[in-house]
């Protein structure tokens, strides 16, 4: 069996349990997919919940095996991180098929995650282009040394519309701010709603400004289940 990074196998995060708050999954209109970051847990970032829940709405936090999605910086050349990486977006698809399977369409299921989840998170919508609910990459951004032509991804379908929030520091020690503008790019051409904050000097972390603007996108959620 092999190893790399501390993963084991061709599909190390598979085994890893799914996280669940908020209004239970059978009862919930909408659902939120939480990704957590580097060395933290679906646990930790469950936490969210409390400062975005709405009533209806169910939130879905998969686990990395070993706390770490793939081993290396998202800079670094994507088999670099590899079986990781793959592994990851295959997770939160399985998040989404969860949804899915208890009635909830992608169209409102908001994909959230921040610092390698931001990352992960960006990576799975960009490649997995449909209508969802929303993407919110905190701290993230596009997964690899060079990014394809914003056109390539294009060529793969459309977001139409789906909603998109990039929000990161200018002095990110992790994030470099023109990886956010490419990535909006890229999103841009898949036809996302695109907005991107960038906050002067805060660092690596989650601000209020991002949690005001995210409880906002999964209010829409359910606001758009009550007129339908």
Not at 40 to 58: F, K, L, N, P, Y
Not at 120 to 146: H, K, M, Q, T
């Amino acid at each position: 069996m092999s190893r790399r990074g501390g993963h084991q196998g061709e599909d190390p995060h598979g085994d890893q349990p799914l996280v669940s708050a908020g209004t239970p999954l059978s009862d919930a209109d909408a659902a939120v997919v939480l990704v957590h970051g580097r060395g933290a847990t679906a646990r930790s970032i469950i936490g969210m919940a409390d400062e975005i829940h709405q009533d209806g709405v169910a939130f879905l936090a998969p686990q990395a095996a070993a706390n770490t999605w793939y081993p290396n910086s998202f800079l670094e050349p994507v088999e670099k991180n590899e079986p990781g990486r793959t592994s990851g977006l295959e997770a939160v698809e399985n998040a989404i098929g969860e949804a899915n399977d208890a009635g909830i369409s992608t169209e409102r299921v908001l994909v959230l995650g921040f610092s390698q989840g931001g990352c992960l998170a960006s990576e799975f919508v960009a490649r997995n282009p449909r209508r969802y609910g929303g993407l919110a990459a905190l701290s993230g951004g596009l997964i690899g040394d060079e990014l394809d032509d914003p056109e390539a991804y294009a060529s793969e379908g459309s977001l139409e519309g789906t909603p998109a929030f990039l929000g990161c520091s200018d002095r990110d020690p992790h994030i470099p701010e023109e990886r956010v503008h490419a990535t909006a790019d890229v999103l841009e051409e898949l036809d996302a709603d695109v907005t991107t904050h960038i906050y002067e000097g805060m660092g690596h972390g989650i601000n209020r400004d991002e949690l005001a603007f995210v409880s906002e996108m999964v209010g829409d959620l359910v606001d758009s289940e009550t007129d339908d």
